[in-house]
């Protein structure tokens, strides 16, 4: 019996924190209208038990508050988060400007809002830096314009009402200038797309920052306390090796299960790096590929210690503020908005925000090797040659590099990646999120193809098809 009530209330807390947590950056960042959240995001395919989740939408104190059958009273005496409380049935999630929506585990809504107070005056005198991408005049010639349009129709063509696409969004930018672009009704330009596992390509990014300030080394071990008793494994594991995924760390990547790793820690934990950090060695460094969002947690908390001592404790300032000083405002991604848990760490595995065009900057700082033209300057942002660290494939599999896929993830292709590799362009590498949030860098062609959707089942989106139409445009090459 007890099993069975901790199972159901996981299964409860997973879907109300599931909710009030996409509800409320749905609507406070992506500024959507509740009720499109809630009947499309949070309804479709295998969401749609969702439907018996009831959510409400606080305006003024930008807040939403999710729960089942109006709150179940169910184990009153459970610890749940990482506090008791009275009823997992009910799960809040807070909106804090500049830092998108948390959900309120293990702390209080007060406590959340003192986190930032400091973070808030910081931003009212640091105003977001935005650069425009500029559409191309005219075609190429090198483009056949006919071929374009159709990858773009393809993309947004629905063919099967069993896996339906749900395209959100696709820009094409070849060569800096954008040749292709459409929204589906209800989005546009303007409009912040949550990129899910794309945000760990953003990850590799602020750790390739640090690592060109020398806070952070690629073959740094003893990287959290935790792991540093002279008998404890852990101690040996890089931060190479947590880029590569290939830590050996336990970790299951599942999301339809409730007590799986990524669930529990993404919905029912307040601090998720210390949950990440407790898991156990399975298997030595550099022997086995486990793609883990626990992983990224956990470079998250090591961006967070290496930026300085003023990011552990009350003040986080400087850690909050980092993506947008280091990153976010050199690209002018002004759209874009990282989210953290609620023990102020950045939830950089699943929780980023941005505009399409924005997501584009990012795939073109990739582009040009880690290059970007700041006011006027030709500035390197990211350390020479960490592109080409970035895009070598590691020990365990040649499908992955450091926090970005070689290959297209299984889940959006029909094909093997040996089936496939013989068509995938030559050097092209993307950044890869659930329900088929993608971006490809294609440096042979100079392409950076970005695409944006709610395709909930398994092939929905068939990612190698995609690039595969798009890259049929360029008439000689």
Not at 91 to 114: D, H, K, M
Not at 295 to 316: N, P, S, V
Not at 330 to 342: I, K, N, R, T, Y
């Amino acid at each position: 019996m007890a099993l069975g009530l901790a199972y159901t209330a996981r299964l409860l807390t997973l879907a109300t924190a599931y909710k009030a947590k996409l509800l409320c950056s749905g609507v406070f960042v992506s500024e959507r209208d509740p009720q499109d959240v809630i009947s499309t995001d949070l309804a479709v395919d295998s969401l749609a038990p969702l439907k018996a989740v009831r959510a409400t939408v606080d305006r003024e104190k930008q807040l939403v508050r999710a729960s089942l059958f109006g709150g179940l009273s169910l184990g009153a005496s459970l610890r749940w988060g990482d506090r008791a409380i009275s009823d997992p049935s009910v799960r809040t999630a807070l909106y804090r400007p500049g830092l998108g929506s948390t959900l309120v585990l293990g702390t209080t809504i007060g406590e959340l809002r003192q986190q930032s107070q400091a973070f808030d005056a910081w931003r009212q005198h640091n105003p977001r830096r935005h650069q425009s991408l500029l559409a191309a005049d005219t075609l190429p010639p090198e483009l056949d314009a006919a071929r374009l349009t159709k990858a773009l129709e393809d993309a947004f063509t629905e063919r099967n009402p069993a896996r339906l696409k749900r395209t959100r969004a696709v820009v094409v930018v070849y060569k800096g200038r954008i040749i292709a672009e459409r929204y589906a009704p209800g989005f546009s330009a303007t409009t912040p797309m949550l990129g899910w596992s794309m945000a760990k390509s953003v990850i590799n990014a602020l750790i390739g920052i640090l690592v060109q300030q020398g806070k952070l080394s690629l073959t740094s071990d003893h990287l959290l306390a935790e792991w540093r008793s002279p008998t404890d494994p852990r101690r040996h594991i890089t931060l190479d090796q947590l880029l590569r995924m290939s830590s050996g760390l336990q970790f299951s990547e599942i999301y339809s299960s409730p007590l799986s790793d990524a669930t529990t820690m993404l919905f029912q934990k307040g601090d998720k790096a210390r949950y990440a950090a407790a898991l156990p060695l399975v298997a030595p460094p550099d022997t086995q590929f486990s793609y883990a969002s626990g992983t990224t947690i956990l470079l998250c908390r090591i961006l967070k210690e290496a930026i300085g001592k003023e990011a552990i404790g009350k003040d986080l300032t400087d850690y909050f503020s980092f993506p947008q000083r280091a990153l976010f405002d050199p690209l002018g991604m002004a759209s874009a908005v990282l989210e953290p848990d609620a023990a102020g760490t950045f939830t950089g595995s699943s929780f980023m925000y941005a505009t399409a065009r924005d997501w584009v900057k990012l795939g073109l700082l990739y582009l040009q090797d880690g290059c970007w033209n700041v006011n006027g300057q030709h500035t390197r942002l990211l350390p020479s040659g960490w592109v080409n660290y970035t895009t070598q494939p590691n020990k365990t599999t040649p499908y992955y590099g450091a926090h970005f896929w070689q290959g297209v993830p299984l889940s959006f292709t029909d094909k093997k990646p040996a089936d496939y590799i013989s068509t995938w362009p030559k050097g092209a590498y993307l950044a890869s999120g659930y329900q088929g949030q993608m971006m490809t860098i294609i440096p042979s062609h100079q392409l950076v193809v970005v695409r944006f959707g709610l395709s909930q089942r398994r092939y929905s989106w068939d990612q190698e098809q995609f690039i595969d139409t798009v890259m049929s445009a360029f008439r000689s090459r």
